[in-house]
């Protein structure tokens, strides 16, 4: 990209320049107000990198520039174009700070003169956004200082130029704004251009890592850093650097992870990648009779790996909806899902049947200004804010009001939330799951009494549970609740991975047992063996039972604590001295212990 096809950040002098010749007071508006700026040579030498102050000095071509500190209450020469003799309180030596209050400094201002050329003119720029405690309404104290400005912008003449710099216009009273003689410079986010320019200019040493040519890096960079500043962007750069990042992969993956304040993405790597490897074998050691549902998370988590899951730079690496019977390992996917990508269980977990109320929007993202829970925020928000690298879990979404639909169809789309205060949180390192029971039951009006019973039983094959309960979710979405845009931001019916019946119920008893005895040897030195006959007679207790296919894995864990762990605890509670080994078995109906 040759420097004459773009403006780079010309705009932005031109209107300080321009506003310079009419006003002696300029307002210059921008969260980008101490970034760097790109300003393009007309002789078609690299662009130069200059900070505001240094454009306000060149532009109104000022003599000196000093800045305001206002938290310091100080005062420094920032630039200073040629010798010249004054007569002042303002400090005249570069870059020695000068204890004044900012009154003394406008009253200074106000008649500085050089005594060797009149023309001279002089530029005194303030950090303004913390000037005033309250701009809206100032106290009695700071009324003094608007009232000083405000004169400063309609008596001063223009070889004096005060420029007030804030984030946002409303750090400053209408008395200023609203002046005529006061102009604001509104200062714009750094444009893909400029962007891409400022990557193109400093990434030769990392388009060598990574052996492409700068201005591919440079492209990757700019695509990947909207809304960002060129202060972030070059942090971003260095940082990439150290960590010898070699790959374009990676070097997204690092932008992402830059963005939601981190140096790491757990997406990028080696270990990753290993980890993805081995998911199914990893995933079924804790998920059991579900190898559909895990291939299909393997399938997912792979596509994320590579970058090829995601349809914008921050939206959320997976987007799962898990369906199916109750107790047959959906949220035992997800932890484990957890531990797999960031190596703990780190899962945000809401209960859409709690989230039934408008209201429910303000407890997720936080209540607006003046409501009560303000200072609070949200438990989504803060939650993605202060664990980004997790797995965000919604249980039933179907049961969830419409309002909360609308705010999880921005994170589908941009993988960005803004929280009641007004922040913005990104999911680009979540993993988002939905679950839904819809299909796998009916309910049964029996006068007054509604029961619920299941759709299926063990006899019902798996496709045909699968195809029953993708349509159930496709009615449910499309007819009941009109939003058919969320299924298809969900990937649509065809993408819903159905939990299938535990049908292998002693293999499920086995892992429970399993988990038993790790706990018994951990915590009393017992190594714990079990019959077979004791696993035989759960797993026939649970399948006679009529809630069995309604409660699935929970129902077998029940009837484990009666048969087992019940007699095991009344065991040690009694035997606290027991240690070597236990043996459990079956005596008529009854579990009984023997040491061996």
């Known amino acids: 990209m040759s420097n004459t096809s773009i403006r780079f950040d010309e705009e932005l002098a031109e209107n300080i320049e321009l506003a310079a010749q009419v006003s002696s007071c300029i307002v210059l508006a921008g969260s980008r107000q101490h970034d760097r700026f790109l300003i393009g040579d007309t002789n078609g030498a690299p662009p130069r990198t200059l900070c505001l102050e240094r454009i306000c000095h060149e532009r109104v071509n000022a003599v000196m520039t000093w800045a305001f500190n206002p938290a310091r209450q100080s005062l420094v020469l920032a630039y200073s174009a040629e010798k010249t003799n004054l007569q002042t309180l303002l400090p005249t030596q570069k870059d020695v700070e000068k204890e004044i209050t900012l009154i003394e400094a406008l009253d200074a201002f106000s008649s500085l003169r050089s005594t060797d050329n009149a023309a001279a003119r002089f ?5 303004a956004g913390l000037l005033l405690e309250d701009a809206t309404a100032p106290h009695e104290k700071d009324f003094r200082l608007v009232q000083l400005i405000e004169h400063f912008a309609r008596s001063t003449d223009r070889s004096r130029t005060l420029f007030l710099r804030v984030a946002r216009t409303t750090s400053l009273p209408s008395a200023i704004l609203s002046s005529p003689q006061a102009r604001t410079v509104h200062i714009p986010m750094a444009s893909r251009d400029v962007r891409y320019a400022y990557a193109h200019q400093y990434s030769s040493a990392l388009a060598k890592n990574c052996a492409v040519a700068p201005a591919v890096v440079a492209q990757t960079l700019s695509d990947v850093t909207e809304d960002w500043t060129l202060d972030q962007l070059g942090a971003l750069l260095e940082t990439a650097e150290r960590q010898s990042i070699t790959t374009l992969h990676d070097l997204e993956e690092l932008a992402r992870a830059v963005r939601i304040g981190t140096t790491h993405s757990p997406w990028a790597g080696e270990q990753i990648r290993t980890a993805v490897a081995n998911a199914h074998t990893e995933l079924t050691k804790r998920v059991l009779d579900q190898s559909k549902a895990v291939d299909a998370v393997a399938l997912a988590l792979r596509k994320a790996v590579i970058g090829l899951s995601a349809a914008g730079s921050q939206t959320p690496r997976a987007v799962l909806f898990f369906s199916g019977p109750t107790g047959t390992g959906k ?104 679950t839904s029971n819809l299909g796998m039951y009916e309910e049964v009006h029996d006068g007054s009494v509604v029961t619920r019973r299941p759709s299926f039983s063990y006899d019902t094959p798996y496709e045909e549970i699968e195809n029953k309960v993708r349509q159930a979710i496709r009615d449910e979405f499309i007819t009941v609740l009109g939003r058919p845009e969320l299924l298809g931001r969900l990937g649509g019916a065809e993408s819903i991975i159905v939990f299938d019946y535990l049908r292998d119920l002693g293999r499920v008893c086995r892992k429970f047992v399993a988990s038993i005895s790790a706990s018994c040897k951990r915590l009393h030195s017992i190594e714990l063996n079990v019959d077979d006959q004791v696993i035989e007679q759960v797993v026939d207790m649970t399948r006679s039972s009529p809630n069995a296919l309604i409660l699935g894995g929970r129902g077998l864990r029940s009837v484990l604590d009666r048969v087992l762990t019940n007699p095991l605890s009344d065991y040690l509670f009694y035997n606290p001295h027991a240690s070597g080994k236990l043996q459990a078995s079956l005596e008529g109906e009854r579990t009984v212990f023997s040491t061996g």
């Open 331 to 434: 949220t035992e996917l997800a932890k484990s899902l957890s531990q797999l990508v960031y190596g703990q269980e780190q899962l945000l977990r809401f209960d859409c049947g709690e989230l039934r109320q408008e209201h429910a929007v303000a407890r997720l993202i936080g209540a607006p200004p003046g409501y009560v829970g303000y200072d609070r925020g949200g438990e989504l928000t803060e939650g993605v804010r202060a664990k980004p690298n997790s797995v965000v879990l919604f249980d039933e979404i179907e049961k969830a009001h419409p309002r909360l639909l609308d705010v999880l169809l921005g994170v589908l789309d941009d993988g960005r939330l803004t929280s009641g205060q007004g922040e913005t949180v990104f999911f680009g390192q979540t993993i988002l799951i939905f």
């Open 123 to 127: 530029a005194l720029l303030v950090d």
